[in-house]
């Protein structure tokens, strides 16, 4: 049973955030994933006005803004991540007028929106790309990107070893406008993403455009995709290894990581800076270590950045302090709140990687202890949301939602999956769409069936099922948000007072409140600190001792009332 005490804040308290001061030091963000979130007209694929209709939903969950990935016009090669125009909604989601308005509704139920900037890459599909290859060799437009010829007598070979994160190599060879095999050009995803040369300077001018169109439209900030990637490292030299998405992660990389990188977001913070109400930027920066991830933000250049060692770090008491201890090291000499996040669109759910053992990655084909899974995540996030600095939510964790792990693989739409030899392929089991009631064609999603199919049970799982259910997911998650935000010693400040514990449990204290999270499997005794404010367990208080259940986090005040 999960224990609570505190209640959801009214309205007009939600409605306070977006006037708040350094909001995104301790901000609660929600990722949607648009396509999977709600469908408003029918058609099987989520759209701008289901996000719109479903704001209230968030507001009452308790974030504080709102992150959307793409939604501009794409040709869908990479679920959106292969952009065609910067400027445009893909006809899938809506158009321009369902932006505004998804915004101007966003910001008066006091939630702020950040949107997704794709700056690595662009779709095959985008007039620059098109007219590079229709202008032939030689075209200024292929400066844009990087065209290189061949190796070998005949230029057959790729110009160098680099591999797709997606599989294969990251070169592909054109045909030229005379149907004659040509120049090879760079794409470290999919073949449908061909990579920008950043050191073009009509590359920088066109995104320092494309940031003011969007600022101009009202959002509040942008997460970069590929944050780490856009520089190149100079004669694109070869790596001189395969398997080099096993490389990612572990050392900087001649296309991934280089230093070049924060000049261009020292000017990107200029143009952000022209603008009033703390718009942000959010980086998705892999790299070796949290340490280089601060380097990202640094105070003249980005405001957070992904905590992905967090992300991949098991549920394990020595783990867990460890990565803790780093990263919040590694931000306070620049001054940059930590972030913690547990899922995202690119990476099992947490639900289910909890449900396996150690070691498996983030990419897991198992569905595990289902029962485990669930305890260890919901113990998971109110440890995450305890921390000091920003909390990442992925759109359905707060229904404690597992991966579908048995899609057939004829729905399969990863390209990952279709290339092989690179990441997994299995993204589409966190991307199924959402459950919002019991029944209906879609479990609520929409009225016309879901582009992805969804697991029978799926009903139980719903925002309708578990709405009031005091032991449900979502009722935990909405508790938890409130008690963070009622709380001034939970989310604020960069350091944790870690307090003696048994063996595989962490306990540390924030002013007056204290989190004890115990990671075993085994019940075990430890003080009773307080009032007991939540729980994702049944805790036992027997005078100045308290009986904590394995695979179970508390939350304690200190203060006498």
């Not at 680099?162 to 030229?176: D, H, M, Q």
């Not at 449900?355 to 109110?382: F, K, P, W």
Request: charged fraction near 25%; aromatic fraction near 10%.
């Amino acid at each position: 049973m999960s224990q609570h005490s505190a209640e959801p804040a009214p309205t007009s308290a939600l409605a306070t955030v977006a006037a708040r001061r350094d909001w995104w030091r301790d901000a609660v963000i929600y990722q949607v994933y648009p396509r999977s979130f709600a469908d408003s007209n029918g058609d099987g694929m989520g759209d701008l006005e289901g996000v719109r209709s479903r704001l209230p939903y968030l507001r009452d969950l308790g974030v504080d803004a709102v992150w959307l990935s793409p939604f501009y016009a794409s040709p869908q090669a990479d679920a959106g991540y292969d952009v065609a125009d910067y400027r445009a909604v893909d006809p899938m989601f809506g158009n321009l007028l369902d932006a505004d308005a998804m915004i101007r509704d966003a910001h008066a139920l006091g939630l702020r929106v950040i949107v997704d900037i794709v700056p690595n890459h662009s779709s095959d599909q985008h007039e620059w790309f098109k007219r590079a290859i229709a202008e032939g060799p030689g075209s200024p437009l292929r400066d844009r990107y990087h065209f290189r010829p061949g190796k070998g007598a005949d230029g057959s070979q790729p110009p160098n070893d680099w591999e797709s994160i997606f599989g294969g190599p990251a070169w592909t060879r054109v045909t030229e406008p005379d149907g004659t095999p040509g120049e090879w050009y760079l794409h470290l995803f999919a073949p449908e993403q061909p990579d920008f040369n950043w050191d073009h300077p009509a590359v920088g001018d066109e995104f320092r455009s494309i940031l003011r169109f969007w600022l101009d439209m009202g959002v509040d900030g942008f997460r970069i995709d590929v944050a780490h990637g856009m520089v190149k490292a100079p004669g694109l030299p070869d790596l001189g290894s395969h398997d080099q998405v096993k490389l990612l992660g572990n050392d900087v990389m001649p296309f991934f990581d280089q230093d070049g990188v924060h000049e261009i977001y020292r000017q990107w913070r200029k143009v952000l800076d022209e603008y009033a109400g703390e718009r942000i930027f959010v980086a998705e920066a892999w790299t070796p270590t949290v340490e280089r991830t601060a380097n990202y933000v640094r105070p003249d250049e980005l405001h957070q950045a992904f905590n992905f060692q967090y992300l991949g770090t098991h549920w394990d008491a020595p783990e867990l302090r460890t990565v803790i201890d780093r990263t919040l090291e590694a931000m306070r000499p620049v001054g940059a709140p930590a972030t913690w996040v547990l899922s995202n669109h690119d990476v099992t759910r947490h639900a289910t990687r909890f449900a396996n053992e150690a070691g498996l990655g983030t990419q897991i084909r198992s569905a595990g202890d289902r029962e485990l899974g669930l305890r260890r995540a919901r113990a998971a996030t109110l440890l995450m949301l305890a921390l000091p600095g920003s909390a990442y939510v992925y759109q359905g964790e707060e229904l404690g939602l597992p991966d579908v792990t048995d899609l057939p693989d004829e729905v399969r739409q990863d390209p990952a999956y279709f290339r092989g030899e690179g990441q997994d392929g299995f993204r589409d089991g966190c991307r199924v769409p959402i459950p919002w009631t019991r029944t209906g064609s879609s479990y609520g999603f929409g009225d016309g069936g879901s582009w992805l199919p969804q697991p029978e049970g799926w009903g139980e799982l719903s925002v309708e099922a578990q709405t009031g259910d005091a032991d449900s997911t979502l009722e935990l998650y909405r508790a938890a948000l409130a008690v963070r935000r009622d709380h001034a010693d939970l989310g604020a400040g960069d350091a944790v007072e870690w307090l003696k514990a048994p063996e595989g449990v962490l306990a540390f204290r924030r002013g007056e409140f204290v989190c004890v999270a115990n990671t075993t499997g085994e019940g075990v005794r430890i003080p009773a600190y307080g009032e007991v404010l939540l729980s994702n367990g049944e805790v036992a208080v027997a005078g100045d001792e308290a009986k904590l259940p394995g695979d179970t986090t508390v939350w304690w005040t200190t203060a006498r009332g």
